[in-house]
T-cell receptor
Framework: KNEVEQSPQNLTAQEGEFITINCSYS?????LHWLQQHPGGGIVSLFM???GKKKHGRLIATINIQEKHSSLHITASHPRDSAVYIC?????????????FGTGTLLAVQP | EAGVTQSPTHLIKTRGQQATLRCSPI?????VYWYQQALGLGLQFLLW???????NRGNFPPRFSGRQFPNYSSELNVNALELEDSALYLC????????????FGDGTRLSIL
């Protein structure tokens, strides 16, 4: 079983819909990242969370440390939001800054 | 502020050759991370350098190595290339504090023929 699980793996939405992507993890963490990867490969860091909730524009990220779960919400989705969204955690244990990644959620927003 | 820059964008090699990938971190960042994204496998941690030292490495064979220079830029070297080394190699940088976010480059796509 992967240490970081995302759902759904694939998501197709109509423009304007509210989107939720979920991330569950099994290790203790010091932080959780939400990343966006467009075709071609470049990765943009959207959020880094260690508790609570963060908002940036139409994007909202929440985390529940006790339940080891995080969600990424996109309000009023737009075709330019189409990308792969990746959840990554920084383990608490060990002298390392490495990230452990989920397998990603491929989002397609149709006009 | 310039972001993390990687070069080259694409690299084509044949089996058995050696590849060198380069990364320049954001100014002021002392930590550099290397990740591999092979087709269908997701992102895997390769190496972490901080202040010129290798701090941690992922589950990769010794032919994957690298270094960090005094200006904090970094090289990833892959020796004796194998077909399965074909992947997107991403570099990220951060401030040294482990609670700082990592900022990613656009990657180098390495293709092994």
């Amino acid at each position: 079983k992967n240490e970081v699980e995302q759902s759904p793996q694939n998501l197709t939405a109509q423009e304007g819909e509210f989107i939720t992507i979920n991330c569950s993890y099994s290790v203790g963490i010091s932080a959780l990242h939400w990343l966006q990867q467009h075709p071609g490969g470049g990765i943009v860091s959207l959020f880094m969370l260690s508790s609570g909730k963060k908002k940036h524009g139409r994007l909202i990220a929440t985390i529940n440390i006790q339940e080891k779960h995080s969600s990424l919400h996109i309000t009023a989705s737009h075709p330019r939001d189409s990308a792969v969204y990746i959840c990554a955690v920084r383990p608490l244990r060990g002298a390392t800054n490495k990230l452990i990644f989920g397998t990603g959620t491929l989002l397609a927003v149709q006009p | 502020e310039a972001g993390v820059t990687q070069s080259p964008t694409h690299l084509i090699k044949t089996r058995g050759q050696q590849a060198t990938l380069r990364c320049s971190p954001i100014s002021g960042h002392t930590s550099v991370y290397w990740y591999q994204q092979a087709l269908g496998l997701g992102l895997q941690f390769l190496l972490w350098y901080d202040e010129g030292e290798e701090r941690n490495r992922g589950n990769f064979p010794p032919r994957f190595s690298g270094r960090q220079f005094p200006n904090y830029s970094s090289e990833l070297n892959v020796n004796a290339l194998e077909l399965e080394d074909s992947a997107l190699y991403l570099c990220a940088s951060s401030l040294s504090d482990r609670y700082q976010p990592q900022h990613f480059g656009d990657g180098t796509r390495l293709s092994i023929l």
